[in-house]
């Protein structure tokens, strides 16, 4: 009997030092109307989503310590506009990218050829660029933060063409000397019109610095100008038209593909990124708050139990053998 009164005392005892590991903290994330996130706060129940009409309510919210973070697009996070009205704030990490913006040029046909050709020559300026990080002074004139763009993203297989005589690369070089993009004012820092109707923005300024890359390895004297053609419709009629060598305005590549494009290599990428205030937890990552779920009081009560059946086998076996 006393043998059995020790097991049950050491079960007791191992049962009663399990350690007692906290949940993960509880936070209250904003979101907004603009930017849907719910599809990835939805498997993680220590998150609760506040949404708001608007990003400014959310941003508001947020500096003022209502909301502990605030989920939203790359594009509105690092806007230097929207840092002003509410400074403070800043970026953690991104969680999901959604977009990559590449530039666009038509199709090769018999009669319109050497556009893969330009692409090719394009795509060669902006590896230069991001090989380079000659990008970063462009990024930090018109956003705030770091880049998402880095090597990983960009192809290494992108070589410099040798134009075809009669081509469009070919006839830029030799005798137009002019590079000229589709834009239109979207009212962001990737472009927008100043008072003089010259357009400013990220790109630009990135397609500027691509135009003096092709220039260089050409050797030749070229230009970058951008053609205003008032928006992203208009933008491609006037590509397919002739009106431009190029399109560029925050398009993906796929949606290029839809509209009978051809992109080229990833200049700018836009996700989903975490926001925080001086009033929000201290986190050395976004994986302090969307890392893997886990379970430690589960496993470690598994693994004391094991223990304890163990034990008082051994105990009752020993018992028996001294009777």
Same mark, same amino acid.
């Given at each position: 009997?006393?043998?059995?009164?020790?097991?049950?005392?050491?079960?007791?005892?191992?049962? &009663?030092?399990?350690? #007692?590991?906290?949940?993960?903290? !509880?936070?209250?994330?904003?979101? &907004? !109307?603009?930017?849907?996130?719910?599809?990835?706060?939805?498997?993680?129940?220590?998150?609760?989503?506040?949404?708001?009409?608007? +990003?400014?309510?959310?941003?508001?919210?947020?500096?003022?310590?209502?909301?502990?973070?605030?989920?939203?697009?790359?594009?509105?996070?690092?806007?230097?506009?929207?840092? !002003?009205?509410? %400074?403070?704030?800043?970026?953690? $990490?991104?969680?999901?990218?959604?977009?990559?913006?590449?530039? =666009?040029?038509? %199709?090769?046909?018999?009669?319109?050829?050497?556009? @893969?050709?330009l692409l090719e020559a394009i795509n060669s300026a902006l590896k230069e660029i991001f090989s380079s990080n000659s990008d970063s002074d462009v990024y930090m004139t018109w956003f705030m933060g770091e880049p998402e763009m880095d090597m990983s993203l960009v192809s290494q297989t992108h070589q410099w063409p040798t134009p075809t005589e009669g081509g469009l690369?070919?006839?830029?070089?030799?005798?137009?000397?002019?590079?000229?993009?589709?834009?239109?004012?979207?009212?962001?820092?990737?472009?927008?019109?100043?008072?003089? @109707?010259?357009?400013? $923005?990220?790109?630009?300024?990135?397609?500027?610095?691509?135009?003096?890359?092709?220039?260089?390895? +050409?050797?030749?004297?070229?230009?970058?100008?951008?053609?205003?053609?008032?928006?992203?419709?208009?933008?491609?009629?006037?590509?397919?038209?002739?009106?431009?060598?190029?399109? #560029?305005?925050?398009?993906? @590549?796929?949606? =290029?593909?839809?509209?009978?494009?051809?992109? $080229?290599?990833?200049?700018?990428?836009?996700?989903?990124?975490?926001?925080?205030? !001086?009033?929000? %937890?201290?986190?050395?990552? #976004?994986?302090?708050?969307?890392?893997?779920?886990?379970?430690?009081?589960?496993?470690?009560?598994?693994?004391?139990?094991?223990?304890?059946?163990?034990?008082?086998?051994?105990?009752?076996?020993?018992?028996?053998?001294?009777?």
């Open positions: 009997m006393r043998p059995i009164i020790a097991c049950l005392c050491l079960a007791s005892l191992l049962l &009663s030092t399990v350690p #007692v590991v906290s949940a993960s903290s !509880e936070y209250t994330v904003a979101s &907004s !109307e603009e930017t849907p996130v719910s599809h990835l706060l939805g498997s993680h129940s220590h998150i609760t989503e506040q949404n708001y009409l608007d +990003y400014n309510m959310a941003m508001r919210d947020l500096m003022v310590g209502n909301v502990d973070f605030f989920l939203t697009s790359q594009i509105i996070a690092s806007s230097p506009e929207n840092s !002003e009205n509410t %400074p403070g704030l800043e970026i953690i $990490g991104m969680i999901e990218i959604t977009e990559y913006y590449v530039p =666009a040029v038509r %199709p090769d046909t018999q009669q319109d050829f050497g556009n @893969a050709e690369l070919y006839q830029m070089i030799h005798d137009e000397q002019e590079l000229v993009a589709c834009m239109y004012d979207q009212e962001s820092p990737m472009s927008w019109l100043d008072a003089s @109707a010259v357009m400013r $923005g990220f790109e630009a300024d990135i397609f500027e610095m691509a135009t003096t890359r092709i220039s260089s390895h +050409y050797s030749a004297e070229m230009s970058f100008r951008a053609w205003d053609s008032g928006g992203e419709f208009e933008a491609v009629q006037d590509l397919k038209r002739g009106d431009c060598d190029f399109l #560029v305005g925050s398009m993906s @590549a796929q949606n =290029a593909v839809s509209k009978g494009l051809r992109g $080229g290599q990833a200049y700018y990428v836009d996700g989903i990124v975490l926001m925080a205030s !001086e009033y929000s %937890p201290e986190l050395d990552d #976004v994986n302090d708050i969307f890392g893997e779920d886990t379970n430690p009081i589960v496993d470690d009560f598994d693994r004391r139990w094991i223990l304890i059946s163990l034990l008082a086998i051994f105990i009752i076996y020993q018992s028996l053998r001294r009777d």
